[in-house]
């Protein structure tokens, strides 16, 4: 079975830059996330979609972050303009409706300089 | 605020030995808990949960974690470790009444088992 997809693996961009990051799930996974786990602290949820609704995106800075997933499949996560404090490591995820296991990728590492 | 702690940053262990990874959540009424084991250059991976029923759990790789609601604990052991466990391992607690995927996740342990 195909894990959860993520590109690029590493992306560095100057401040005020605008930067995309990809994410593909497991096939059927409904349910997709979007975590940013800064350096020595644990993944924070930025999004939650089911399928493509929104169903949580309580802490997305959204004046600079914004996500989609049109499809219900693939989804891209967003920022514009950078800041420094964005650098961390983002992941997706994904599950089944109703199953508390997360699937998660290898994430994208980016650094704002 | 709802946070869940992981007391040791780090933990070095020689192989064989015993482990305990310490984690506790701020109280609440209903939790759902969760390890997550991060090996070195892959993504994160469920390792053991708790839901309900048995306080107990166990993973299929000799660890177990048990729910302790008394001291809002989750500690996760291992009687014997082998270099292979080396890795981050990260609590995380979902309340019910939440969305799902809101897991808050502690700041992480690194197990490091040397020989």
Do not use: M
């Amino acid at each position: 079975e195909a894990g959860v997809a993520q590109s690029p693996r590493y992306k560095i961009i100057e401040k005020r830059q605008s930067v995309a990051f990809w994410c593909n799930p497991i096939s059927g996974h409904a349910t997709l996330y979007w975590y940013q786990q800064i350096l020595g602290q644990g993944p924070k949820l930025l999004i939650q979609f089911q399928n493509n609704g929104v169903v949580d995106d309580s802490q997305l800075p959204k004046d600079r972050f914004s996500a989609e997933r049109l499809k219900g499949v693939d989804s891209t996560l967003k920022i514009q303009p950078a800041k420094l404090e964005d650098s961390a490591v983002y992941l997706c995820a994904s599950s089944i409706p109703g199953n508390e296991k997360l699937f998660f990728g290898s994430g994208t590492q980016l650094s704002v300089l | 605020a709802q946070s869940v702690t992981q007391l040791d940053s780090q933990v070095p262990v020689f192989e064989e030995a015993p482990v305990e990874l310490r984690c506790n959540y701020s109280s609440s009424v209903s939790v759902y808990l969760f390890w997550y084991v991060q090996y070195p250059n892959q993504g994160l991976q469920l390792l053991l949960k708790y839901l309900s029923g048995s306080t107990l759990v166990e993973s299929i790789n000799g660890f177990e974690a048990e729910f302790n609601k008394s001291q809002t604990s989750f500690h996760l052991r291992k009687p014997s470790v082998h270099i292979s466990d080396t890795a981050e391992y990260f609590c995380a607690v979902s309340y019910s009444g939440g969305s799902q995927g809101n897991l808050i996740f502690g700041k992480g342990t690194k197990l490091s088992v040397k020989p």
